[in-house]
């Protein structure tokens, strides 16, 4: 599987993105999809994942905010984010693994990162 990250970009504290995570390989849908984010001299942490059959799990602090989709028929998954607010700038990566987890070693497939940058 391969991924690819994009929509990043420049927002104002309060303002939203939605990020998308295009997959490639047709196992796509056997996959469950996390997002990770790392700021600069931080560790890489856990955003939100999907199953394969949907389900889905959040990190604490985005939890209301953020929410995670996937589209098999386009082998995509979205992250739509809310009430950005400056510590959530960071680079954002996807990542495929057979597990539903919110562990970078659980994933296997990682796609670049696309820069998430709010203003405050």
């Known amino acids: 599987v391969q991924l690819q990250a994009f929509g990043g970009g420049l927002v104002q504290a309060g303002g939203s993105l939605r990020l998308s995570c295009a997959a490639s390989?047709?196992?796509?849908?056997?996959?469950?999809i996390g997002w990770f984010r790392q700021a600069p001299g931080k560790e890489r942490e856990f955003v939100a994942a999907?199953?394969?059959?949907?389900?889905?799990t959040y990190y604490s602090s985005v939890k209301g905010r953020f929410t995670i989709s996937r589209d098999n028929a386009k082998n995509t998954v979205y992250l739509q984010m809310n009430s950005l607010k400056p510590e959530d700038a960071a680079v954002y990566y996807c990542?495929?693994?057979?597990?539903?987890?919110?562990?970078?070693?659980?994933?296997?497939?990682w796609g670049q990162g696309t820069q998430v940058t709010v203003s405050s």
């Open positions: 990542a495929a693994g057979r597990i539903l987890g919110g562990l970078p070693r659980g994933y296997d497939y």
């Open positions: 999907i199953s394969w059959s949907g389900g889905s």
């Open positions: 390989g047709r196992t796509f849908s056997y996959y469950a």
